[in-house]
């Protein structure tokens, strides 16, 4: 058996014999010479080889979540194709296009590029509601809340800090005084 460059063979007894690069990232089946980025979508029990969710699988998990076909998470400027080639993981998606379907999807910008919900999305889950039902303004007032509770939050803590060093201060200056006292 003939092995690309760079390739590891991880299971030669699947039907088609799976790959990984030495780094970890999953190769489906051995690439092309001319593909520029490898199958990442493998589904094969790969074992031992660590498969990160990509941007493009995880746009087709949440579009697939919502029961939204490409063409209806589509919009002007973000054409079908467009969101099949970065699903696709052959197109790495603008800011433009994962906000607008960050917001198709009911879903923040970050969550779209990080994979887990924000703390603003939890919040409102917490809460009991679903963050894809709130209105613009309805999460700008939520957002708001949150950065007024975010910086007291950080307030209260730079406080904590300021008296922790006083109190340390206060503890090496006693024990300089005992040792001088002796």
């Known amino acids: 058996m003939t092995v690309a460059p760079n390739l590891i063979a991880v299971a030669v007894n699947e039907p088609r014999p799976i790959y990984a690069r030495p780094w970890g990232e ?10 520029r980025r490898p199958d990442l979508n493998c589904s094969a029990n ?7 969710e990509t941007i493009g699988a995880r746009l087709k998990r949440l579009r697939l979540e919502r029961g ?13 194709a467009y969101i099949s080639r970065i699903e696709a993981d052959e197109r790495a998606p603008s800011v433009k296009a994962l906000r607008k379907m960050a917001n198709k999807l009911g879903v923040t910008v970050e969550h779209l590029e990080k994979g887990t919900p924000t703390p603003t999305e939890l919040g ?32 209260r803590a730079a406080k904590q800090v300021i008296e922790d060093r006083r109190e340390a201060e206060r503890q090496r200056l006693r024990k300089r005084l005992k040792e001088l006292g002796e």
């Open 68 to 80: 939204l076909s490409q063409r209806q998470l589509s919009s002007p400027g973000v054409s079908y």
């Open 26 to 35: 999953v190769v489906g089946k051995r690439p092309r010479r001319s593909a």
């Open 124 to 155: 409102v889950a917490d809460a009991g509601l679903d963050f894809g039902s709130l209105t613009k303004a309805e999460i700008r007032a939520i957002r708001a809340e949150a950065a007024k509770g975010a910086r007291e939050a950080a307030h």
């Open 46 to 52: 790969i074992g031992t080889v660590a498969k990160q």
